[in-house]
């Protein structure tokens, strides 16, 4: 079995001296050049020493240009079949293009312009060759962390746009004449571990997934913005009072804060490192964008006073992210902190951890005030409510507790979830619980009464980010199923629609005791069936055959029904019957339809079979309740006629 075939290319032009061509390259590391016109093989070109990745013709169909991952790019005369130039890039090459022979001074191309080219590979960043000296004339700046290299690139000419994509499924559409980046387009998230809503307006989203980039969406438009700066995976998100600044931590034992402008860059302004572990959680001030707190898998907490500086809102500051430094640090557990919480006036802090237990601090110094036991394992979330003195917390073993900060008593435990909840946020101005689990459902839960009063099912998997906006109307969700999800609060349009029904059903109501005074039975039975409540329909079936002439009347309304309506009719029929008492209605209707309708016209109602399998053993057993009264009845007449009285007798004589 031949080698591979691992990539083609065509002359697009078709007006070269050499007539219309195809190039094909495999994993032998040779390209073959093919005649479309007679189907043969005009020459076997070989240079490269491994794999080649691409092969791109020029404008004119006279020169291509090949890329391998033996780190050199070949330039090839197409008339002659042979190599012109050949280039080593000093890395493995994924994909390269042809640039326009045009001036380009941003990215190196000088007068005269000649011929360029552009890689695309193994560094993670586009760099630009000049064919005639061999020499990169221009280098992109390199992003940091891991996932940055580029596995394929492409030149829209007409549009003038350059698209390449990177190995974490990332795609980044630059200005072909300067690569200035115009648009950014998030591939695959994988695990999505934490999300928030940004901007004063909720306006945008920030995602942080199984990556060090966290990814920045518009809302309405769904534009995307990536952010590098994280060398490892990042863990959680929190975002302060006012919505323009974002912090985020990471494995890489670091936090970082963020700023987005009015035009919704973001950019980093401080990083803070000092944890010897993965930093696991974080939680903004409430009050003022003063201070941040951290939580590690080292068992301590940072408390991280904010420089004045940063709350400027320009786009970046000068001289790159400004170094925080931790105010306070303490030990506060044994085990993992996997969640931190700072109460509505920024003077306490929570803290949940592996250990089983919920512990109360004081700020800033870190003051112990008390411990929360009671969870039967690890806590993976904390929170404090908005309106009480009230402390929330969520446990692997699958139930929700509230705590009173005064005695650190247990006041209420919500169970529901199958498996450990995750995340609980408090809702509805803190008179309800929205809580996510690795059951991969959030829950709705009334503090009042402890009741689930709403199950949402729309994650695959673990829901690991939980939060509400603002005004408590959007909750935002992300899960391990790759899925970011925006839910919307109808409470207030149920409560509308509930409203508005009820109003309806009294208008009809009305309506409909119109209709039977007024004897105009046919639009009355047609509304009670619009209604499709079995009770009012039999109220006017009662009604007409209370009528002088009933059979008649009966029979006239309901042959003038639609077909549908007496489908309908049929199905209300299967519910009185089950009742002695409303059996006589039933069987008057089906009286009227067994006697003036073809059964061909019965069995074509839809889901006729199994109104009459339902209507026949009551139907049954009524007739033999009547037959037991009839023989008791017939008994009773037989006696009457049957008994012999003794004559009275006759009063004696009168004196």
């Not at 115009?182 to 695990?191: C, H, I, L, V, W």
């Not at 034992?253 to 490192?273: H, Y």
């Not at 400027?312 to 001289?319: D, F, I, N, V, Y």
Request: charged share 20%; net charge negative; with cysteine.
């Amino acid at each position: 079995m031949g080698p591979c075939a691992s990539g083609t290319s065509f002359d697009t032009t078709g007006r070269t001296t050499c007539g219309a061509q195809r190039a094909s390259c495999a994993a032998d590391a040779a390209i073959r050049v093919w005649s479309l016109q007679d189907r043969s093989c005009l020459a076997v070109l070989t240079a490269h020493y491994s794999a080649i990745t691409s092969l791109v013709f020029s404008a004119d169909g006279h020169t291509m240009l090949s890329s391998g991952r033996d780190k050199i790019c070949v330039v090839w005369d197409l008339q002659s079949h042979r190599a012109v130039k050949t280039v080593p890039v000093f890395e493995s090459v994924e994909a390269a293009v042809l640039l326009p022979e045009e001036l380009a001074p941003e990215l190196g191309v000088k007068s005269p312009p000649g011929l360029h080219f552009l890689t695309a590979g193994s560094q993670g960043s586009l760099r630009v060759w000049e064919v005639a000296s061999g020499q990169c004339v221009y280098t992109q700046p390199r992003l940091t962390g891991p996932g940055q290299e580029l596995t394929h690139c492409a030149l829209a000419r007409a549009a003038g746009l350059l698209l390449s994509v990177t190995a974490d499924h990332n795609l980044l559409l630059y200005e072909a004449h300067s690569l200035q980046l115009r648009k950014q387009f998030a591939g695959y998230s994988e695990e999505v571990l934490d999300v928030r809503f940004l901007g004063p307006e909720d306006s945008h989203v920030v995602v942080a997934s199984n990556s060090p980039c966290l990814k920045i969406f518009e809302l309405q438009t769904s534009t995307c913005q990536i952010l590098h700066g994280h060398t490892d995976i990042v863990l959680a998100l929190d975002v302060f009072r006012k919505g323009w600044l974002f912090a985020s931590c990471a494995k890489d034992q670091s936090v970082r804060i963020w700023r987005m402008n009015k035009a919704g860059e973001v950019a980093c302004v401080a990083l803070g490192s000092g944890h010897t572990h993965s930093v696991g959680t974080v939680c903004c001030s409430r009050l003022k964008e003063s201070f941040l707190v951290t939580g590690s898998q080292d068992c301590t907490v940072k408390v991280w006073p904010l420089p004045e500086g940063l709350l400027s809102r320009t786009t970046a500051p000068s001289g790159g992210p400004v170094l925080l430094q931790a105010q306070a640090t303490q030990r506060c557990h044994d085990k993992d902190i996997n969640s931190v919480a700072i109460a509505p006036n920024d003077k306490l802090l929570a803290t949940g951890s592996q250990d089983r237990t919920a512990k109360l601090w004081a700020l800033p110094q870190c003051q112990l005030l008390g411990v929360f036991s009671g969870h039967r394992r690890g806590l993976w979330s904390v929170q404090f409510s908005p309106m009480d003195q009230v402390l929330a917390t969520a446990s692997a073993d699958g139930t929700i507790k509230l705590w009173a900060l005064q005695d650190f008593s247990c006041l209420k435990t919500f169970e529901g979830h199958d498996a450990s909840v995750l995340k609980v946020a408090f809702v509805s101005r803190g008179t309800q619980l929205l809580s996510s689990g690795s059951d991969g459902l959030l829950k709705l839960w009334t503090i009042k009464n402890n009741e689930c009063v709403r199950t949402l099912d729309a994650h695959e998997d673990k829901v690991w980010g939980l939060h509400c906006s603002r005004l408590d109307d959007h909750a935002l969700t992300g899960g391990s199923d790759s899925r970011v999800i925006l839910w919307k609060d109808v409470t207030e349009e149920e409560q509308a629609e509930e409203q508005a029904k009820r109003e309806e059903q009294v208008v009809k109501q009305q309506e409909l005791d119109n209709l039977l005074h007024e004897r105009r039975y046919l639009q009355a039975l047609g509304l009670a069936i619009s209604l499709d409540r079995p009770h009012t329909v039999l109220t006017v079936i009662q009604a007409i055959r209370r009528d002088p002439e009933a059979c008649e009347k009966l029979e006239a309304t309901v042959l003038q029904l639609r077909r549908d309506q007496k489908e309908a009719l049929l199905r209300f029929c299967v519910t009185w019957n089950t009742n002695s008492r409303h059996c006589h209605e039933a069987q008057a209707v089906l009286g009227v339809f067994l006697q003036h309708e073809a059964p061909e016209e019965l069995l074509a109602y839809e889901g006729v079979r199994a109104t009459l399998e339902a209507l026949l053993p009551y139907t049954e057993r009524h007739f033999q309740r009547l037959s037991r009264t009839l023989q008791a009845a017939t008994f009773l007449d037989f006696l009457w006629h049957n008994m012999k009285l003794s004559p009275v007798p006759a009063a004696p004589p009168a004196l």
